[in-house]
């Protein structure tokens, strides 16, 4: 696609240092995206402002909104709701804990599906050890969290992950790679008791940097976010490359999209030179794609 048919604005300045996780809240109507390494949550509106931010008790790698309103929150030591009431205060509950055996270890993207299912990915926080994985999580009725199911597991920097329309069908993203574990995307199904049947490497990464976090749209593309890049790209569900967009930021995360079809992607400092940032100024921020 054209530059001449999208217009790209900057949605909300910031200086995240690992801006990830955008969401859009149809339900109120704006865009949920975390600051992982500032512990920061932040809500912004449809018109970009005000700009709402909450500092946790810990890093936050993920926010993802619930049917009864309230937020899954992948802490850095186990996954928790949380309910933000007001501007000013928030409540968490925590549901489990996933850093008991390896203090390296933390939340570091996720998806939800159709029926409100948590996908999450972890991630060694030193990128080293393959002590990553996918897991699918599921609350009861009652709110009790049932036995977490691992669906993948050997990765240094598990991401993504972004679940087809069909639920049984998942792709998560190794961002490092090892010789147990290539750099790329990997495609999961899942019979219609969540066990895995097939594993497959769905798209060999061949740019330099790293893939970073997935978004399926509503035509069961893949978009792409590229740590140590400035370009975004989308995929067809058989890996063949659609569309590339250049940004004016360094190390673009991850991609939101809105109903109406316009993309918001977050951005990160971490990692980025002095002369990158000189170059992309914005980078950072969170940029708003709309298709004319």
Not at 63 to 74: E, N
Not at 155 to 181: C, K, Q, W
Not at 276 to 287: E, N, R
Request: include cysteine; proline fraction near 6%; charge should be negative.
């Amino acid at each position: 696609m054209s530059e001449n048919n999208m217009q790209i604005s900057c949605f909300v300045e910031a200086q995240c240092s690992l801006g990830e996780g955008p969401i859009w809240d149809a339900n109120r109507d704006g865009l949920w995206w975390v600051d992982i390494l500032e512990q920061r949550v932040y809500f912004a509106p449809a018109k970009g402002n005000p700009v709402q931010q909450w500092t946790m008790p810990e890093l936050v790698g993920f926010v993802l909104p619930r049917a009864d309103g309230r937020l899954w929150a992948g802490f850095k030591s186990g996954l928790h709701l949380l309910d933000i009431t007001d501007p000013a205060s928030f409540f968490i509950e925590r549901l489990n804990r996933i850093d008991t055996d390896q203090p390296s270890i933390r939340f570091n993207d996720a998806a939800t599906d159709a029926t409100g299912a948590l996908y999450a990915a972890t991630m060694d926080m030193e990128e080293q050890q393959p002590l990553g994985t996918i897991t699918r999580y599921e609350l009861t009725k009652d709110g009790e969290l049932l036995p977490p199911v691992v669906l993948a597991k050997n990765f240094i920097i598990a991401n993504g992950p972004a679940v087809f329309s069909d639920p049984h069908t998942l792709y998560m993203v190794e961002s490092i790679g090892h010789s147990g574990r290539s750099k790329g995307v990997w495609r999961v199904s899942t019979g219609s008791d969540n066990a895995v049947e097939e594993e497959t490497l769905w798209l060999d990464w061949p740019y330099d940097g790293s893939p970073d976090g997935s978004t399926v749209d509503s035509a069961n593309n893949v978009w792409l976010g590229h740590y140590g890049g400035n370009t975004i790209r989308q995929y067809s569900a058989n890996a063949q490359l659609l569309q590339a967009i250049e940004l004016p930021v360094i190390n673009p995360t991850k991609i939101a999209i809105h109903p109406d079809g316009s993309l918001f992607v977050t951005s990160a400092r971490k990692g980025a030179s002095e002369q990158q940032l000189a170059d992309y100024p914005l980078t950072g921020s969170i940029l708003k794609i709309e298709f004319l």
